[in-house]
Structure formats: structure tokens, C-alpha cells
């Protein structure tokens, strides 16, 4: 349950089918390493919280390699205009991905974050340090403008 | 997806919205959240999770390694100062006299993540310093009674890492 949810946050952050496969491996294991932090309390709060520092170290290592984030930003909107034969719902997977891609990285997340985590805002609002109102408005754009994206 | 039972997502928006703006907002949320619902993302291949579980599997077996490693250290620190501890209760000793806690590593004894990490651990740490605190007792009583109850001591020090071994 957690591994196809986990995996569809790293997948809808990432696009990228292999990237996915590797972070969620990495998710595993440092659940492992970490399981001894675990204080008790919402399992998918902490679960997720790992996943986001994951991603995070993930963008990192990529910003550091030569700003290749923005060559993988690329990638992605080059690949998501070409359905990909692996994905279970062929084009309507890619005309997601597209216009995910198309909100800001910081939107993209929180929205991601909430559909998969299924945490309460409170909850999200906490492990991303910001006041509750500001992610519910950010949220609330976000999800608008893409809804809009995809009707248009 | 979509459905945050924890969350009661109006009443959440009447705090920052007027009522107006929070139907509106509420009826967004919900749709989008709705639409990513419509496009489900793949789940990983079966390939994937089996060869995550192999890396799980080998990350927990380094862990219980190195878990057993450092409990036979600890085990091995004990039973040398203990036996010290013997040959030192056999002569004319104080209180200040006793220099034995420097022989098992304090980082050891009192690391907090090491004895969060694993339960028999604690269990032994918790009998050694049970031992530790009889001993001290009777070094400081009579000396002759003394000496027998802490080869005693050492006996039941050497049968606990026997345990623990096992395990």
C-alpha cells in the first residue's frame, strides 16, 4: 500500500519511471536506517516526510552535478509529449505529467504531497514550516490553474 | 484519494476565507484533487519491489552485524572489568579507589541511540548496571562476605552474554 503510494508521489514529482524506482529503493532503505527515530504518531507523516527529503536530496545532488535540473526539467516535457508504452493509461498519464510540469516546483510538490500522503493540512503545513493558510492558498491556486491547464 | 477523513476542509477555509471564497475554494480543491484521482500514476514493477526487498533484507542484516558486534564488545568490556572489579574487592579498597567505569567505554554505556536501536541491549545494559550498583554495595561492606557475592556476580554477568549470545 505505502510502496504504490510512495511510488506515484516520486513518479508524478519526477516523471520518470527508473528515478522512481531508485528513490522509492532509497525510501526503503532509510525507513530501515531510520527506524529507530520513529517516535510513534502518524505513520504517513513521517513516511512521508522521508520521502520529501529524499526528493530534496535528489535535487540537490542534481543542482550540484552542473544544474542539470534544468537539462531534466527538459527531459521531462520532452518525454511526456511522447506517450510512454509502460504507462498503464497511455496519454492521459502524459497530459497530467505536462501539466504538472507547468506549475512551479514548489506548488507541484505541495499538491503531490497532499493527494498522495492523504495527510491533514495541518499536518502538511507543519513539515513544510509554512502557516496553514499559505498552503491551503497555495493548494487552492494550484489546483485550480491545472484544472484549467487540462479543461484547456 | 481524495478523501482526507481527517481533515474537515470547509471549516478548515472559513478560517481564512469569507464564506463565499471558501465554498469556491472548497469546490476547487475538491475537483482537482478529484482529477488527479482520474489519472492514476503507474505502481512500481514487481521486479522493483522484490529487488527493494533484497536491499532491505541485506540493510537490516549489516544492521543486526554490526548490533551483535557491538553487544559482544560490550559484553566482553564488562566481563574484563568485572573481573577486575573481583581482584580489586579481594583488597583493601575504598570507594574512591574504584577506577573500573573507565574500562567500559562511556560512549557505549551511555549512547542513547545505541540503546534505542535495540531492545536487548537496554535489557543488558539494565542488568549490568544492576550488577554494577550490588557491587558497589559490597565493596563497600565487609570484605570477606563481599568477595564470594561478586564471583557470584561475575557468574551471572557471564550467563547473561551467554543469553544474549544465543539470541
Not at chain 1, 504504490?4 to 525507513?31: P, V
Not at chain 1, 491533514?120 to 496553514?132: D, G, K, L, N
Not at chain 2, 557470584?152 to 539470541?167: A, F, V
Request: net charge negative.
Amino acid at each position: 500500500m505505502y510502496a504504490g503510494r510512495c511510488y506515484g508521489y516520486f513518479y508524478r514529482l519526477t516523471g520518470d519511471r527508473d528515478l522512481s524506482d531508485e528513490l522509492l529503493s532509497e525510501l526503503f532503505i532509510r525507513l530501515v536506517q531510520k527506524m529507530g527515530s520513529y517516535k510513534g504518531g502518524a505513520f504517513e507523516s513521517w513516511l512521508f516526510r522521508i520521502a520529501l527529503n529524499i526528493f530534496h536530496d535528489y535535487l540537490r545532488g542534481k543542482q550540484r552535478q552542473r544544474k542539470l535540473l534544468d537539462a531534466r526539467r527538459t527531459e521531462l516535457e520532452l518525454e511526456s509529449d511522447e506517450p510512454r508504452q509502460s504507462d498503464i493509461s497511455g496519454e492521459k498519464l502524459d497530459k497530467l505529467q505536462v501539466h504538472l510540469n507547468r506549475l512551479d516546483s514548489d506548488t507541484r510538490e505541495l499538491i503531490l504531497l497532499r493527494f498522495y500522503s492523504e495527510l491533514s493540512f495541518r499536518e502538511i503545513a507543519e513539515m513544510r514550516a509554512e502557516p496553514i493558510g499559505t498552503a491551503l492558498s497555495k493548494l487552492h491556486r494550484g489546483l485550480r490553474k491545472l484544472r484549467e491547464l487540462m479543461d484547456g | 484519494m481524495e478523501d482526507h477523513a481527517h481533515d474537515n476542509l470547509k471549516d478548515l477555509l472559513r478560517q481564512f476565507f469569507n464564506a463565499a471564497d471558501a465554498e469556491m475554494a472548497d469546490a476547487d480543491i475538491r475537483t482537482g484533487e478529484r482529477l488527479l484521482g482520474e489519472y492514476p500514476a503507474p505502481m512500481p514493477e514487481r521486479e522493483t519491489i522484490l529487488r527493494i526487498k533484497k536491499q532491505v533484507a541485506a540493510t537490516v542484516w549489516r544492521r543486526r552485524r554490526i548490533a551483535q558486534t557491538l553487544r559482544r564488545s560490550v559484553a566482553v568490556a564488562a566481563v574484563v572489568a568485572f573481573a577486575l572489579l573481583g581482584v580489586l574487592s579481594r583488597g583493601p579498597t575504598s570507594r574512591t579507589d574504584m577506577f573500573h567505569a573507565a574500562i567500559i567505554p562511556a560512549a557505549i554505556w551511555d549512547s542513547d541511540n545505541i540503546a534505542a536501536a535495540d531492545v536487548d541491549l537496554v535489557y543488558f545494559t539494565g542488568e549490568v548496571r544492576q550488577i554494577e550498583s550490588q557491587l558497589q554495595a559490597l565493596n563497600a561492606a565487609d570484605d570477606e562476605a563481599a568477595g564470594v557475592t561478586v564471583e557470584d556476580l561475575e557468574t551471572e554477568l557471564i550467563q547473561i552474554e551467554t543469553e544474549l549470545s544465543k539470541g
